[in-house]
């Protein structure tokens, strides 16, 4: 009789997700309350990380060595993001991420540095910016507020992200305009629903660990202001 009494007072998980369906309402807003938090601080060392690359001319050596700045690209993210999965239950993990996004941040740099050198420089990435933020807004909001389970983009989403991955690697050595305008564009729509996706799942129960989610989430946003940005580079900078 306790343990129906018990199952009885576990929360509705209209979404069917394991894990999630014995995650409290407070747990989970909690979650979701520590991923904001820590996205917003997170925020801090990529820009650091950023205005470090422009002012040490890192942005220089990488514009002159891209095949070489991929590879240190590739192992670094990919070594830093084992690294926060494997200490996501302590504060160990939370440093790595702060590590991680810095050196995402020092990554930017090269794009940021090419789009400074438009007279119009500041406005495209002030512009991107803000339609980064409008873009997280409507899918955080979407995700919060919809009845629906968008559990099932997961797998389809993260194929459409090894498939950029694979053809931004070929476009290092293409150098295909083309190509890369249209990675760009599949980008910002891949990484647009993955917002949508990462959120659900915190509010959802579906992730519990408000590190790895703020990972997730800091990855979707980086990927649309990066490719935003760079698109508004082509077609909106100018050298006036």
Not at 152 to 164: C, D, R, S, T
Not at 172 to 190: E, K, R, W
Request: no cysteine; glycine share 12%.
């Amino acid at each position: 009789m306790n343990n129906d009494l018990n199952r009885n007072l576990q929360p509705a998980n209209p979404y069917g997700y394991g894990s999630g369906a014995n995650t409290s309402l407070l747990a989970r807003n909690r979650v979701l309350r520590n991923t904001y938090w820590l996205l917003a601080l997170s925020m801090i060392p990529t820009v650091l990380g950023a205005w470090a690359g422009i002012a040490f001319n890192v942005a220089g050596v990488m514009g002159a060595r891209p095949g070489m700045t991929m590879i240190v690209f590739l192992v670094g993210a990919f070594g830093l993001m084992f690294a926060i999965q494997k200490y996501k239950d302590s504060g160990v993990g939370v440093a790595l991420l702060l590590v991680f996004t810095f050196f995402m941040g020092l990554m930017l740099s090269r794009l940021l540095s090419y789009v400074l050198g438009f007279s119009n420089g500041v406005s495209l990435i002030t512009l991107a910016f803000g339609g980064t933020a409008i873009i997280f807004g409507a899918m955080a909001t979407i995700a919060t507020v919809s009845k629906r389970d968008f559990s099932g983009m997961g797998k389809w989403l993260m194929v459409g992200a090894i498939i950029i991955l694979v053809a931004a690697l070929a476009n290092v050595f293409l150098q295909l305009p083309a190509l890369m305008l249209t990675i760009s564009v599949l980008a910002i729509g891949i990484f647009s629903a993955f917002m949508l996706y990462d959120v659900q799942r915190v509010i959802n129960g579906g992730e519990t660990n408000y590190v790895s989610a703020t990972l997730a989430i800091y990855l979707d946003i980086y990927n649309v202001f990066t490719n935003l940005l760079a698109i508004l580079g082509i077609f909106g900078g100018s050298r006036d």
